[in-house]
């Protein structure tokens, strides 16, 4: 019997992001549009792996979906045991421009989830010619915090089973178990202080009230997406946000909570299909 | 049936769950969990309930204290909770819940408790 195979394949990516040298790992199928995809913090890129593996998508887009630095099967860079991972704006800006570049990317499409969205919202702020289009999932300008990230990296709570068991209750109860415990293995796996380090840009240095209203999506298009069950990016949230940009499209996914690409593909797939029909046609 | 009598049969419920009994395995904590007005009292041993007791108990001590509205814990024990109502934390946010005291074993096994609080979900609806 022929092995039975899922259609993405991985690579490694030599390149430089602010000078330090990286080995960034990264997975795609697909033709077309370049479609690079931002996962959430603490976890990696098989978060998208329903979208690298449908055909409907695939057919008319290269997906591309990369490990952030420190994260996934990326190597960590050199000197990584010497520092307190913090993830900035800067840093996460230059990281994805620096990706989209080293790989010839012509104006790519970028789709973000919760950190991801959240930078997407600053691509559209201050690097929107380079992009064909952008979709910010469980993304707003700003979110109220919910917990003390200080419990996320010490040595006498698991990391990983903490991590895991904090989001735990931002993924819909309508989500089927199995994606709901994928979801949650993927937290378990990042490494010590990682996700820490991702709430920072999240917390306190990402904070783009005032700044999302000089988005002009007429430059680049800018959809939004938010899980009604998300409640650490509320629909209240978005819909705040999206209020703030003129021609911003938004919608709130019922029975989708934070991580909708992986907790309920099925369920996302009947969102993300109209929004990419819409780049894909142009309109 | 009120939020309080739900959550007093909890006992049975964990009891009947293998699963969670095993993830507890390694967890032995006093805690005290106010459903509206009324206090439980639970000591855990390797993860199942030693003692349960209902009411209040004069200068009981409790390493953490989960509190919660009657409206919180009812509305978080629906089948299919709405949204903003599902999750321990979804609770404390909207301020219809709080956490206090040492968290640190809460924090341990915070998949286990999260569980624990859910288990009056699995009672028929009409009790």
């Given at each position: 019997m022929a092995p039975v195979l899922d259609p993405m394949i991985g690579r490694y990516l030599r390149l430089d992001i602010d000078g330090t040298r990286h080995r960034l790992y990264f997975e795609e199928a697909g033709q077309g549009i370049p479609l690079v995809c931002l996962h959430t913090a603490?976890?990696?890129?098989?978060?998208?792996?329903?979208?690298?593996?449908?055909?409907?998508?695939?057919?008319?887009?290269?997906?591309?979906?990369?490990?952030?630095?420190?994260?996934?099967?990326?190597?960590?860079?050199?000197?990584?045991?010497?520092?307190?991972?913090?993830?900035?704006?800067?840093?996460?800006?230059?990281?994805?421009?620096?990706?989209?570049?080293?790989?010839?990317?012509?104006?790519?499409?970028?789709?973000?989830?919760?950190?991801?969205?959240?930078?997407?919202?600053?691509?559209?702020?201050?690097?929107?010619?380079?992009?064909?289009?952008?979709?910010?999932?469980?993304?707003?300008?700003?979110?109220?915090?919910?917990?003390?990230?200080?419990?996320?990296?010490?040595?006498?709570?698991?990391?990983?089973?903490?991590?895991?068991?904090?989001?735990?209750?931002?993924?819909?109860?309508?989500?089927?178990?199995?994606?709901?415990?994928?979801?949650?293995?993927?937290?378990?796996?990042?490494?010590?202080?990682?996700?820490?380090?991702?709430?920072?840009?999240y917390r306190v240095d990402g904070d783009l009230r005032e700044k999302v209203k000089s988005i002009d999506t007429t430059v680049c298009p800018l959809y939004l997406l938010t899980g009604e069950y998300d409640f650490s990016c509320t629909a209240e949230d978005t819909l705040r946000t999206a209020a703030q940009i003129p021609g911003a499209e938004v919608q709130v996914m019922k029975e989708l909570g934070h991580f909708p690409m992986s907790e309920n593909p099925a369920r996302f797939r009947e969102y993300i299909l109209p929004v990419l029909e819409k780049i894909a046609s142009g309109s | 049936m009120s939020p309080a009598d739900r959550f007093a049969r909890l006992p049975d419920l964990l009891a009947d769950d293998a699963d969670l009994l095993r993830r507890g395995h390694w967890l032995n904590v006093e805690c005290r969990v106010d459903i509206g007005t009324e206090p439980f009292h639970l000591t855990l041993a390797q993860g199942a309930i030693a003692a349960f007791d209902r009411g209040p108990r004069l200068m009981r001590s409790t390493v953490f204290t989960v509190r919660g509205t009657a409206e919180a814990w009812r509305n978080h024990w629906q089948k299919i909770p709405a949204p903003g109502w599902h999750d321990l934390f979804a609770l404390t946010k909207r301020g219809a819940a709080s956490l206090e005291g040492d968290l640190r074993p809460l924090l341990q096994n915070l998949q286990f408790f999260k569980d624990l609080l859910a288990l009056p979900r699995r009672l028929p609806e009409q009790l």
């Open positions: 603490g976890a990696d890129n098989r978060q998208f792996r329903h979208l690298l593996a449908d055909p409907e998508i695939t057919s008319r887009f290269r997906v591309i979906a990369f490990d952030m630095p420190w994260h996934g099967k990326s190597t960590p860079p050199e000197g990584w045991e010497k520092t307190e991972y913090r993830l900035t704006t800067a840093s996460y800006t230059a990281a994805i421009r620096a990706f989209c570049q080293a790989l010839e990317l012509d104006r790519p499409v970028v789709m973000g989830c919760s950190i991801g969205g959240r930078i997407v919202l600053n691509l559209a702020i201050a690097h929107a010619t380079e992009f064909r289009a952008l979709v910010a999932l469980e993304a707003a300008d700003f979110q109220q915090p919910w917990y003390d990230t200080a419990w996320l990296h010490r040595p006498d709570v698991h990391g990983g089973e903490v991590c895991a068991a904090l989001i735990s209750g931002l993924i819909a109860p309508q989500s089927p178990p199995t994606s709901r415990h994928e979801t949650l293995w993927m937290y378990m796996q990042g490494g010590p202080g990682i996700f820490k380090g991702d709430l920072y840009f | -």
